[in-house]
């Protein structure tokens, strides 16, 4: 992190601070209408199998709202924590061993080198959690 850079209260790395996260975000307003609102423009897609990126997955929980929802999605979540990674796993359960975890840091500019194409790239709070502005344009790039 540089100085110029929003500092984080917690260190979504370490499965305390991950955890921590974990069992207030869904209380946030309106996650589950989001949920709905994503598996709706997927399935717009008209694709029997689409493959989809999520970025910043988290623990899993659109992950899982998803595959409820459309379960031949060819799933890939994106995010920097093994924490969180592990988390999203447990959430899945059997849905995790046909889903791709992916462990990149999207504020480096080769994060998205051989992650090929997709459909849907999707994300709840990607950009807020980049912590500058700066790594936004490599991102939507």
Same mark, same amino acid.
């Given at each position: 992190?540089?100085?110029? $850079? =929003? /500092?984080? /209260?917690? !260190? ?10 974990e069992?207030?975000?869904m !209380?946030? /307003?309106? +996650? ?18 689409? +493959?989809?990126? $999520?970025?910043g997955s ?7 709202h %998803?595959l409820?929802?459309l379960?031949?999605?060819? %799933?890939?979540l994106l !995010?920097?924590? /093994?924490?969180m *990674? ?7 359960? $059997?849905?995790a061993?046909? =889903?791709?975890?992916? $462990? +990149? !840091?999207?504020?480096?500019?080769d ?5 090929g194409?997709?459909?849907? =790239?999707?994300s709840?709070?990607? =950009?807020?959690e %980049? +912590? *500058? ?5 490599t991102?939507h790039?």
């Amino acid at each position: 992190m540089t100085t110029d $850079e =929003v /500092p984080s /209260p917690l !260190d979504f790395r370490q499965m305390e601070d991950a955890m921590a996260w974990e069992r207030q975000a869904m !209380d946030r /307003p309106f +996650r589950r209408e989001f949920f709905a609102a994503f598996a709706h423009e997927l399935r717009k897609l008209g694709k029997a199998t689409p +493959r989809v990126l $999520e970025l910043g997955s988290g623990p899993g929980f659109l992950a899982l709202h %998803l595959l409820h929802q459309l379960p031949r999605t060819d %799933l890939n979540l994106l !995010d920097f924590s /093994p924490a969180m *990674h592990a988390l999203a796993r447990k959430r899945l359960g $059997e849905f995790a061993r046909g =889903v791709t975890f992916i $462990e +990149r !840091d999207f504020t480096t500019a080769d994060w998205r080198d051989g992650l090929g194409m997709f459909d849907a =790239v999707i994300s709840i709070q990607a =950009v807020h959690e %980049l +912590r *500058h502005k700066r790594y936004a344009t490599t991102l939507h790039r």
